[in-house]
Each structure stands twice: as C-alpha cells, then as structure tokens.
C-alpha cells in the first residue's frame, strides 16, 4: 500500500509559478512510474506528467509542455512538478499517482492505482 500527500497548490496570477509536491508513504516507491494527473470541473481527468524511476526519463502533456517539470527525490519518496507561465486554463485539482506495475511510462489513469488527494491551482487572469 501507498500513501500520497500533494501540497503547494493554491492561487496565482496568469503568468506566475508554483511547484506541486507529492510525498509517498507506506512503501519504497522508487520502482515505479509517478505521474501528475488533473481535473478541472465538468472534465475528465488527464495526464500532465510522469517520471521513470531513475528520472531519466519524462513525459508531458502538449499542454504543458515546454512550462513545466517533473522530477523525482527517491530518497526523499518524493515527487515535483514545477510548473511555470501559469494560465488559467491550467486551473483544476492536481493529482500524483503512482503506477506500481514497473513498466515504461503511461498516460493512462486506468493504469495508475494509487492516487494522492489532490491539491487545487487556480490560476487568475
């Protein structure tokens, strides 16, 4: 079983930065792909990023594409999202998940079984 806590979300201004943190707890997380995943209201829930266990390689979403970074503290059982030129679009709660099935990155929710509670950005225009 694993344990997800998100934090850093909250409010800020078109143009602006936050870094999303995820701690994972409960055990070693260090095999497995770790993704950001959000949900705005009245939309399904999708992919942003992933991260491989070493770090060595990411994924993104075209729609944050070139604005953002994930990387990953397994010693700290942790991941980030740094997130910059902030549109309100990117408005919605902000989920880590982990995929604990030890393959090559996915973009899928289905394939991620442990979610975080999820943290809000709201971005003003």
């Known amino acids: 079983q694993v344990q997800l806590v998100e934090s850093g979300g909250g409010l800020v201004q078109a143009g602006g930065s936050l870094r999303l943190s995820c701690a994972a707890s409960?055990?070693?997380?260090?095999?497995?792909?770790m993704g950001w995943f959000r949900q705005a209201p009245g939309v399904e829930r999708e992919f942003v990023a992933a991260?491989?266990?070493?770090?060595?390689?990411?994924y993104y979403a075209d729609s944050v594409k070139g604005r953002s970074t994930i990387s990953r503290d397994n010693a700290k059982n942790t991941v980030y999202l740094q997130m910059n030129s902030l549109k309100p679009e990117d408005t919605a709660v902000y989920y880590c998940?982990?995929?604990?099935?030890?393959?090559?990155?996915?973009?899928?929710?289905?394939?991620?079984?442990?979610w975080g509670q999820g943290t809000q950005v709201t971005v003003s225009s």
């Open positions: 409960g055990r070693p997380f260090s095999p497995y792909v």
């Open positions: 991260i491989n266990w070493s770090g060595s390689s990411t």
């Open positions: 998940a982990v995929d604990s099935a030890v393959r090559v990155i996915t973009t899928r929710p289905k394939d991620y079984d442990y």
